[in-house]
């Protein structure tokens, strides 16, 4: 299946027609405004005092920290690229695990009390840059992503999964190897866990960090929770039990790190896993009822955000009003998360035009904040829509259906988009992300992440002829 390129559609009527065609809708503005009273630029105000405009940066890991999970010069350097970009919220950085077992990678940053100075370093960089471009940080908001990877854990080989998982999953299991109970958390296990998070909480405040996300999305630990219908125990089964790790780390966050503020990214909504099908086009891989994908309508491939809504209203009570909306799993629905023309090696060609999957996550992102208009919303998602991009977040943010336009893929690419629009220059369409996915393909497979074709700086490293070589070998295949 293919379609039609972003780039081709060169006026506001073609992307509308598209649209149409697709039968989607999106919110979208003819011009895109700049200066500090347009509605990306405007401030955002919270209790806890306002926030300089509307771009946020999403939480990106490189996987290129230090096996005992310090940030290495790369790190430093896109942290640094994240404080130039303009964008006065800062969702996280990237993620950084609570403790050993919970790596994402065995280069996964970590935080402990022998990593807390540089893991508080990156953020002073980053306010550094900001500062030393913009003149000051004034209505800037930092925070940090804290994580377990839970089924999806490498900790010390980036081939290996040791995976720490909530329940048996009938699909996930199988696809990643999972025969046997051993990689179970009990529940005394997540309650150690708890007792991590809120440790790990305790140093980022230590570290300056205005909020820890306690991550909620992509298949990861806390993710899974949420889905843990078959769960005998504490953590599973009733709604109040898959969100108990929430409010269990939330009420120890607020004992031992007064004043920290919490987030929480959450996958809004899940589908069942895909697979590549015969002529490598994705397929859902199982049919029938899907209990697990929270936020799902029970089919597998379907939407209903009774529980999410249900959980915002659990932020609330809890008082969190910082919420960052995303979708599925990178390792299972790409599609979903990060809608691409070009797959990851280990995914799948598009099931759809990935100008369908922005729309259902701007939709769901919508319904959300329509029912909790008190949360500070960060949408996500948006950098397939290319130079379109400002014109959709404009319009959102303009019309209440996000308070943040989320940029991930596109400023690994392009880091000064959010300043650039915000002064009113064009964009420098050289710059904007086409969605080729070597950012993904290449710590699939062992290498560091990185804009490989467009940022001058990783396109001189020699990674990025393995990239070449191995693309060549999954076009030949
Ligand atoms: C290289 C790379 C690393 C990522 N790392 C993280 C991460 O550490 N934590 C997280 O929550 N999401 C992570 N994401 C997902 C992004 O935050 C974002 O949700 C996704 O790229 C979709 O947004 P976009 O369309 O603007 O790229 C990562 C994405 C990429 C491409
Ligand atoms: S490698 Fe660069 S162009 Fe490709 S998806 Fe990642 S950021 Fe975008």
Known sequence: MSFPRVNSLKTPDDFRRRLGELNVTLPFDETVESGPDSPLGRKYERPAGAIGNRFCILPMEGWDGTED?????????????????????????????????????????????????EIASLREELGAAHRERFGSTDGLLVGLQLTHSGRFARPRDKKRLEPRIAYRHPVLDPKFGIADDSPLLS??????????????????KQAGYAFVDVKHCHGYLGHELLSAVDRPGKFGGSFENRTRFLRDV??????????????????????????????????????????????????????????????????????????????????????????????????????????????????????????????????????????????????????????????????????????????????????????????????RNGMVSGCYPLDPFYKARPERQQLALLKRGTDDA
């Not at 942290?79 to 695990?97: C, D």
């Not at 991590?196 to 305790?202: C, K, T």
């Not at 014109?391 to 959010?418: K, N, S, T």
């Open 69 to 117: 999970g310090r940030p290495t010069d790369l790190t430093r350097r896109r942290w640094r690229n994240f404080g130039t970009s303009g964008a006065k919220l800062i969702w996280g950085g990237e993620a950084v695990a609570v403790r050993h077992d919970g790596r994402a990678n065995p280069n996964q940053l970590v935080l402990n009390e022998s990593t807390l100075g």
């Open 187 to 204: 529940d005394d296990d997540l309650s150690r866990l708890i007792d991590d998070f809120v440790a790990a909480a305790v140093l980022a």
């Open 250 to 443: 939330t009420a120890g966050v607020r004992a031992a790190a007064p004043g920290l503020d919490i987030g929480v990214r959450l996958s809004v909504f899940d589908y069942v896993p895909y697979r590549p099908g015969p002529d490598g086009t994705g397929e859902p891989s199982a049919a029938g009822p899907y209990p697990y994908a929270f936020g799902g309508d029970g089919s597998g491939v379907g939407i209903d955000l009774a529980e999410p809504q249900m959980f915002l209203d659990v932020l609330e009570g809890l008082g969190i009003d910082l919420l960052c909306t995303t979708a599925g799993s990178p390792y299972y629905t790409p599609h979903l998360q990060r809608p691409a023309t070009f797959p990851p090696s280990d995914g799948y060609q598009p099931p759809e035009d990935p100008l369908v999957g922005v729309a259902r996550q701007v939709k769901a992102t919508a319904e959300l904040k329509a029912r909790h208009p008190r949360l500070a919303v960060v949408g996500s998602g948006y950098t397939y829509l290319q130079e379109w991009l400002p014109h959709v977040g404009q319009r959102a943010v303009r019309d209440g259906m996000a308070d943040f336009v989320g940029l991930g893929r596109m400023v690994l690419a392009y880091p000064e988009l959010p300043a650039d629009v915000l002064a009113g220059k064009p964009l420098a369409r050289k710059k904007v992300c086409r969605t080729f996915s070597d950012c993904t393909t290449a710590p």
